[in-house]
């Protein structure tokens, strides 16, 4: 679900880098975040002529950092009315937070390398959309934040991850820390035993 709504904004041609001058409009993290796992991170600038520049980041701080992002500029209009609300619904009803622009960055870039430590690599459109921090400096931000779960990686498939791959990136995590050293959670289909 949260995949085909990114899908369906995507860049447009516009360059995040070019919108990182602005002021920040709002920067808003799923309040849940560290309980399920997973959820939104948005990340927002309103320009000169009054256009939301956005990007969004679907981020796993358990295990897998950005599993998916996207760029879009939209009037404001649009983005109060239509995106933000879709973002949210696609959210499974879950609250945000305001959060300072240095602790957004500072969460996306953790989990992107707490998963590349793991062996994983950020969404292909994360290097796009992340041009949107601009000079926001994460290591103002003073909060600490811990990856993982009870101090050790706990994978969750998702509902975009096909069996192949789940099985794919449990045995990564497996050759990479060993059994004992990783958690899993799989919804089983056909054909996989937990």
């Given at each position: 679900m949260k995949r085909k709504i990114l899908?369906?904004?995507?860049?447009?041609?516009?360059?995040?880098s070019s919108y990182s001058k602005f002021p920040i409009h709002e920067c808003l993290v799923a309040k849940t975040l560290f309980e399920i796992g997973i959820g939104y991170v948005i990340f927002t600038r309103k320009s000169s002529d009054g256009c939301i520049a956005l990007s969004a980041f679907i981020v796993d701080v358990y295990c897998l950092g950005v599993k998916n992002a996207l760029f879009k500029v939209s009037t404001e209009s649009e983005y109060e009315n239509s995106i933000k609300p879709q973002?949210?619904?696609?959210?499974?009803?879950m609250q945000f937070e305001n959060v300072h622009p240095t602790y957004a960055r500072k969460l996306i870039e953790g989990s992107v390398s707490y998963a590349k430590d793991l062996g994983f690599s950020p969404h292909r459109d994360y290097n796009y959309a992340k041009g949107i921090f601009g000079k926001i400096d994460s290591c103002m931000c003073p909060e600490k934040i811990v990856?993982?779960?009870?101090?050790?990686?706990?994978y969750i498939r998702g509902p975009n991850e096909s069996v192949d791959?789940?099985?794919?990136?449990?045995?990564?995590?497996?050759?990479?820390?060993?059994e004992e050293n990783f958690?899993?959670?799989?919804?089983?289909d056909e054909g996989l035993a937990e």
């Open positions: 899908a369906t904004f995507g860049h447009g041609g516009e360059n995040p973002l949210m619904r696609s959210s499974e009803e990856y993982g779960k009870d101090d050790k990686p706990f791959q789940a099985k794919q990136i449990v045995g990564k995590l497996s050759r990479k820390l060993g958690d899993y959670t799989i919804m089983l």
